[in-house]
């Protein structure tokens, strides 16, 4: 079968390539980059997932199995399709069959599941290190800038645009280096597309930055002082930050809206973002009912990582807590010092001017001097406790909140898992009564559900290792981040600190004399 | 106040002082600075030698060394309490024959109500807290304490020190009994009559105070001087007050340090990857930076704070004595008026001569003392002024280069770790 059918005219150029890939995903994304700007393609994301299932879990690999698979698969991509834009057409209608697209990924399945063995992560390794070569080998060399705020319009309709500057080498992108305006919505749309996507599967996807409602009502409504454009610094680091995070994990930077995001001149406005909207509401009582569904799910947590990883980013919430209301009290301290020491400057100056000695008058207005511009490093040395240290705790504690969602979600899988072989067993129940009732078409009808059911089982427990799988790597990735992180970021802002003693040195030094000449 | 006879506090509090001598000697150089020309000769000598924190007072133990005739030993020590001083400082304002004088400006009152608060809602909030927090924020406020109780022992000495220091008052005989009887003077507080009457004299002085500083004065040094001591001393005042503040907010950043280290320590202590030693040293890093931070804020209080108010008081006491001078000069010309009258009628004649002589005399006594007292005062200031600036630019400097040296160090630990 595979070697019958060719390669479906991918227009890459590479044939080779799709064999090398695993992921359905990559597949689809090099289709899109294809097709030149083609608003956001599918959901793939999810078929890559019952792919992987498929193959790792596969030491059971009878027909059946992979037929359901491929039923599902088709299933799937049939309604992405048909929630879709008309984009897709193109893609299935060049085909000789529908068949095709999925059948693809079938062709990968059988050699694949021939030549392996249990050793499920190995192959999922290689698939990713196949992808990060297809990235001609610079895998990470992206760099994103956010920057120029601009405001747009007036009133309560006013929005403010930020510039979002893409440097890369990478190849899925058209260019080297290109940017793009987007406000604060698009980055909300961005993430809660990412989220929908890769959340369930356990993925950890960065949060993005929180909306405030008070700040931007102050922006819109024009007032220009400092509290407003320091409002918009924050966001504007904020999402720069956010931004970087997410092309730094390998797998959402491979995603077409990702992509979208940072190429495409136009942008569909995100509206489900808002909170009044109906997806708005929506999500408010998703929340809620997540929260209850929480409390009553009781897992039997076989593998004791998932349990101790869980008491240990419980724990690290905790501190980083701490901490974190600990930095903003020194932010404000610092903060009252250096308005404190400019109103003793102009004091002190007040002062030299009315001392008749002229030395020490002359010496009383270098100290005002001196500790002017010493208040001027405190302002300097608060941004730096703020925006370097202060945010970097704020940013983590969102992480850990996702990551404590992706534990959720896998709690959720194993429920509906659970669930699945509650009703296998009823079904089969009901078929073992219909035996002893002897009623022949109910007994069919009976046998087709327990088959339907044990699939479901079969889907449910390979789902759920698939998340336990992720999860396990997620959080590797996320505790090397982390490190890396707080180190760069801790360093940097001792440097600063290094940078504040030396000016405070100069000064003092400077005055010395002056004090001494007093005679 | 010598180091080996440190002040003594109440039992509670002798613990945990790891900054104990270093701060002892900088306070000895800061607050005698004030003052420097303070000559201690053989012919007199005061300081206090001790101290005691009781309830609510502070017993002061003034010890006097003197070849002087007037006291019957060379050397003997006596307990006094605040109201005593007040007591002795109402004496020497009181008395005519020290009109022309600077007054030496009375001590505050020793006032530990609020570092006593802090100490009492450390003690209730001791569940709410870790052990380390507990013992650190103990130790902040036991130095805290101490160092106010420091001050106003050193204030209190500054004091007898001007007088014993000025050549015509520590010839005063309320001095020397001061100085010399051991048992308690029996000075008590002012009760609420006498605090009323304290009031009214003082609106009474303000107002004439208006009154007679409208009159012009013919010397062109003492007219120089009045307008630049009312400039200066409003100045002083907002000077202070904003060192004051600025100087408080130093320390509560240093305080939030001591947070800070303490969070960083719990997150270094928990964490499992290999960042937990980073977190540990940056903790210490923040440890050691709050000491030095809370020197800054404590130098910066020392030189810049007290200096401005200690001569926030002495220019009201130099006031005082122009206005002093001022009213003798009203009553001088008064009484120029009343001798004219006199003449004219022809009646007292000789009753209003020998009242004019006086107050000429006192007038010009007064200028002549008043004119030598600002002189000297200005003498004083700048003196005190340079030693303290001086001062606190090397310590602010010293402080610096420790907080650099100890960045240097963590970033260098740090690096070669990653």
């Given at each position: 079968?595979?070697?019958?059918r060719?390669?479906?005219?991918?227009?890459?150029?590479?044939?080779?390539?799709?064999?090398?890939?695993?992921?359905?995903?990559?597949?689809?994304?090099?289709?899109?980059?294809?097709?030149?700007?083609?608003?956001?393609?599918?959901?793939?994301?999810?078929?890559?997932?019952?792919?992987?299932?498929?193959?790792?879990?596969g030491?059971?690999?009878?027909?059946?199995?992979?037929?359901?698979?491929?039923?599902?698969?088709?299933?799937?991509?049939?309604?992405?399709?048909?929630?879709?834009?008309p984009?897709?057409?193109?893609?299935?209608?060049?085909?000789?069959?529908?068949?095709?697209?999925?059948?693809?990924?079938?062709?990968?399945?059988?050699?694949?599941?021939?030549?392996?063995?249990?050793?499920?992560?190995?192959?999922?390794?290689?698939?990713?290190?196949?992808?990060?070569?297809?990235?001609?080998?610079?895998?990470?060399?992206?760099e994103?800038?956010?920057?120029?705020?601009?405001?747009?319009?007036?009133?309560?309709?006013?929005?403010?645009?930020?510039?979002?500057?893409?440097?890369?080498?990478?190849?899925m992108?058209?260019?080297?280096?290109?940017?793009?305006?987007?406000?604060?919505?698009?980055?909300?749309?961005l993430?809660?597309?990412?989220?929908?996507?890769?959340?369930?599967?356990?993925?950890?996807?960065?949060?993005?930055?929180?909306?405030?409602?008070?700040?931007?009502?102050?922006?819109?409504?024009?007032?220009?002082?400092?509290?407003?454009?320091?409002?918009?610094?924050?966001?504007?680091?904020?999402?720069?930050?956010?931004?970087?995070?997410?092309?730094?994990?390998?797998?959402?930077?491979?995603?077409?809206d990702?992509?979208?995001?940072?190429?495409?001149?136009?942008?569909?406005?995100?509206?489900?973002?808002?909170?009044?909207?109906?997806?708005?509401?929506?999500?408010?009582?998703?929340?809620?009912?997540?929260?209850?569904?929480?409390?009553?799910?009781?897992?039997?947590?076989?593998?004791?990582?998932?349990?101790?990883?869980?008491?240990?980013?419980?724990?690290?919430?905790?501190?980083?807590?701490?901490?974190?209301?600990?930095v903003?009290?020194?932010v404000?301290?610092?903060?009252?010092?250096?308005?404190?020491?400019?109103?003793?400057?102009?004091?002190?100056?007040?002062?030299?001017?009315?001392?008749?000695h002229?030395?020490?008058?002359?010496?009383?207005?270098?100290?005002?001097?001196?500790?002017?511009?010493?208040?001027?490093?405190?302002?300097?040395?608060?941004?730096?406790?703020?925006?370097?240290?202060?945010?970097?705790?704020?940013?983590?504690?969102?992480?850990?909140?996702?990551?404590?969602?992706?534990?959720?979600?896998?709690?959720?899988?194993?429920?509906?898992?659970e669930?699945?072989?509650?009703?296998?067993?009823?079904?089969?129940?009901?078929?073992?009564?219909m035996?002893?009732a002897?009623?022949?078409?109910?007994?069919?009808?009976a046998?087709?559900?327990?088959?339907?059911?044990?699939?479901?089982?079969?889907?449910?427990?390979?789902?759920?290792?698939?998340?336990?799988k992720?999860?396990?790597?997620?959080?590797?990735r996320?505790?090397?981040?982390r490190?890396?992180?707080?180190?760069?970021?801790?360093?940097?802002?001792?440097?600063?600190?290094?940078?504040?003693?030396?000016?405070?040195?100069?000064?003092?030094?400077?005055?010395?004399?002056?004090?001494?000449?007093?005679? | 106040?010598?180091?080996?006879?440190?002040?003594?506090?109440?039992?509670?509090?002798?613990?945990?002082?790891?900054?104990?001598?270093?701060?002892?000697?900088?306070?000895?150089?800061?607050?005698?600075?004030?003052?420097?020309?303070?000559?201690?000769?053989?012919?007199?000598?005061?300081?206090?030698?001790?101290?005691?924190?009781?309830?609510?007072?502070?017993?002061?133990?003034?010890?006097?060394?003197?070849?002087?005739?007037?006291?019957?030993?060379?050397?003997?020590?006596?307990?006094?309490?605040?109201?005593?001083?007040?007591?002795?400082?109402?004496?020497?304002?009181?008395?005519?024959?020290?009109?022309?004088?600077?007054?030496?400006?009375?001590?505050?009152?020793?006032?530990?109500?609020?570092?006593?608060?802090?100490?009492?809602?450390?003690?209730?909030?001791?569940?709410?807290?870790?052990?380390?927090?507990f013992?650190?924020?103990?130790?902040?406020?036991?130095?805290?304490?101490?160092?106010?109780?420091?001050?106003?022992?050193?204030?209190?000495?500054?004091?007898?020190?001007?007088?014993?220091?000025?050549?015509?008052?520590?010839?005063?005989?309320?001095?020397?009994?001061?100085?010399?009887?051991?048992?308690?003077?029996?000075?008590?507080?002012?009760?609420?009559?006498?605090?009323?009457?304290?009031?009214?004299?003082?609106?009474?002085?303000?107002?004439?105070?208006?009154?007679?500083?409208?009159?012009?004065?013919?010397?062109?040094?003492?007219?120089?001087?009045?307008?630049?001591?009312?400039?200066?001393?409003?100045?002083?005042?907002?000077?202070?007050?904003?060192?004051?503040?600025?100087?408080?907010?130093?320390k509560?950043?240093?305080?939030?340090?001591?947070?800070?280290g303490?969070?960083?320590?719990?997150?270094?202590?928990?964490?499992?990857?290999?960042?937990c030693?980073?977190?540990?040293?940056?903790?210490?890093?923040?440890?050691?930076?709050?000491?030095?931070?809370?020197?800054?804020?404590?130098?910066?209080?020392?030189?810049?704070?007290?200096?401005?108010?200690?001569?926030?008081?002495?220019?009201?006491?130099?006031?005082?004595?122009?206005?002093?001078?001022?009213?003798?000069?009203?009553?001088?010309?008064?009484?120029?008026?009343?001798?004219?009258?006199?003449?004219?009628?022809?009646?007292?004649?000789?009753?209003a001569?020998?009242?004019?002589?006086?107050?000429?005399?006192?007038?010009?006594?007064?200028?002549?003392?008043?004119?030598?007292?600002?002189?000297?005062?200005?003498?004083?200031?700048?003196?005190?002024?340079?030693?303290?600036?001086?001062?606190?630019?090397?310590?602010?400097?010293?402080?610096?280069?420790?907080?650099?040296?100890?960045?240097?160090?963590?970033?260098?630990?740090?690096?070669?770790?990653?």
């Amino acid at each position: 079968m595979a070697a019958e059918r060719e390669p479906p005219p991918l227009g890459d150029g590479k044939p080779t390539d799709f064999e090398d890939l695993e992921d359905g995903e990559d597949l689809f994304t090099s289709t899109v980059s294809t097709l030149e700007s083609s608003p956001s393609s599918p959901e793939p994301a999810s078929l890559p997932a019952e792919d992987i299932s498929a193959n790792s879990n596969g030491p059971k690999p009878t027909e059946v199995v992979l037929d359901d698979d491929r039923e599902d698969l088709f299933a799937e991509a049939t309604e992405e399709v048909s929630l879709d834009s008309p984009e897709r057409e193109p893609i299935l209608s060049s085909e000789p069959s529908p068949a095709v697209t999925p059948v693809t990924p079938t062709t990968l399945i059988a050699p694949r599941i021939e030549s392996k063995s249990m050793s499920a992560p190995v192959i999922f390794d290689r698939s990713r290190e196949e992808i990060e070569e297809e990235a001609n080998g610079d895998i990470f060399d992206i760099e994103i800038g956010v920057s120029d705020p601009e405001k747009v319009g007036d009133g309560m309709n006013a929005y403010m645009a930020y510039r979002v500057t893409t440097k890369t080498s990478l190849s899925m992108f058209s260019k080297s280096e290109f940017s793009v305006k987007r406000r604060f919505s698009d980055f909300l749309g961005l993430h809660s597309k990412l989220a929908s996507k890769y959340l369930h599967v356990g993925y950890i996807v960065p949060p993005a930055p929180e909306k405030s409602i008070v700040g931007m009502t102050k922006v819109k409504v024009g007032k220009e002082d400092s509290s407003s454009t320091e409002f918009v610094e924050k966001r504007r680091a904020a999402l720069e930050r956010y931004l970087q995070r997410t092309v730094k994990h390998p797998t959402l930077l491979q995603d077409p809206d990702l992509r979208q995001f940072l190429e495409s001149s136009e942008l569909p406005r995100a509206v489900n973002t808002q909170a009044l909207s109906g997806a708005g509401i929506l999500r408010m009582a998703n929340k809620a009912a997540d929260a209850v569904n929480k409390m009553t799910i009781k897992m039997n947590e076989s593998d004791a990582w998932f349990e101790e990883k869980q008491q240990q980013f419980e724990n690290l919430d905790q501190q980083l807590r701490k901490l974190h209301v600990s930095v903003e009290a020194l932010v404000c301290h610092r903060k009252e010092l250096s308005a404190n020491t400019a109103a003793f400057a102009k004091s002190a100056a007040m002062l030299g001017n009315s001392e008749d000695h002229t030395a020490l008058s002359r010496a009383l207005s270098q100290l005002a001097e001196v500790e002017e511009k010493i208040d001027q490093l405190h302002q300097e040395h608060a941004f730096a406790d703020f925006y370097m240290f202060s945010e970097l705790l704020s940013d983590y504690i969102r992480l850990i909140a996702a990551v404590k969602g992706v534990f959720d979600h896998r709690m959720k899988c194993w429920q509906k898992w659970e669930d699945a072989q509650i009703t296998l067993l009823k079904k089969r129940e009901a078929e073992a009564k219909m035996m002893v009732a002897n009623k022949p078409d109910k007994i069919q009808q009976a046998k087709n559900e327990i088959r339907e059911w044990e699939a479901k089982v079969q889907q449910g427990e390979r789902d759920f290792e698939q998340i336990s799988k992720t999860i396990r790597k997620e959080v590797g990735r996320f505790e090397k981040e982390r490190v890396k992180d707080f180190k760069t970021v801790i360093i940097k802002y001792l440097e600063s600190l290094v940078q504040t003693q030396q000016q405070l040195i100069k000064y003092w030094e400077a005055f010395l004399p002056e004090a001494k000449a007093i005679a | 106040m010598r180091a080996c006879a440190g002040p003594r506090l109440g039992a509670a509090m002798m613990e945990g002082l790891d900054d104990g001598p270093d701060f002892l000697s900088e306070e000895d150089r800061g607050l005698k600075a004030i003052n420097v020309d303070l000559q201690s000769d053989a012919a007199l000598q005061v300081d206090i030698s001790d101290a005691l924190s009781e309830r609510d007072k502070v017993k002061f133990t003034v010890h006097t060394k003197s070849s002087l005739p007037n006291f019957k030993q060379n050397e003997f020590s006596v307990v006094r309490q605040h109201e005593e001083f007040i007591w002795l400082h109402d004496s020497f304002v009181e008395n005519e024959d020290y009109a022309g004088y600077i007054i030496p400006p009375a001590p505050p009152r020793p006032d530990f109500d609020a570092s006593r608060e802090k100490l009492q809602k450390l003690g209730e909030g001791e569940g709410s807290m870790t052990k380390e927090e507990f013992t650190k924020m103990k130790q902040e406020l036991e130095a805290e304490y101490l160092a106010i109780f420091k001050k106003t022992v050193a204030m209190h000495e500054v004091f007898l020190c001007r007088v014993a220091a000025h050549p015509i008052l520590r010839r005063d005989l309320n001095f020397h009994v001061f100085l010399e009887y051991n048992q308690d003077l029996s000075v008590r507080g002012k009760n609420k009559k006498e605090k009323l009457e304290d009031f009214f004299k003082n609106m009474v002085k303000s107002a004439d105070g208006v009154i007679v500083s409208g009159v012009k004065d013919v010397d062109d040094f003492f007219e120089h001087e009045r307008t630049f001591l009312l400039e200066y001393h409003n100045r002083v005042k907002d000077a202070s007050a904003k060192s004051d503040r600025m100087t408080r907010s130093h320390k509560s950043a240093a305080d939030d340090y001591n947070r800070i280290g303490s969070s960083l320590y719990a997150l270094g202590t928990q964490d499992s990857t290999d960042i937990c030693k980073f977190f540990l040293k940056v903790s210490e890093l923040f440890d050691k930076t709050r000491k030095i931070e809370a020197r800054v804020s404590a130098d910066e209080d020392l030189k810049l704070s007290d200096l401005l108010k200690y001569y926030l008081r002495e220019s009201q006491a130099a006031k005082d004595l122009l206005y002093r001078r001022s009213r003798s000069l009203v009553d001088y010309e008064n009484a120029n008026k009343a001798l004219d009258k006199a003449r004219a009628k022809n009646k007292d004649v000789l009753q209003a001569e020998t009242s004019q002589q006086l107050c000429c005399q006192k007038f010009e006594k007064i200028s002549e003392s008043a004119k030598q007292e600002l002189i000297d005062f200005k003498t004083r200031r700048v003196a005190a002024f340079r030693k303290n600036l001086v001062e606190l630019a090397e310590l602010e400097l010293k402080h610096a280069k420790g907080n650099l040296q100890l960045l240097q160090n963590c970033l260098a630990v740090l690096n070669g770790d990653t």
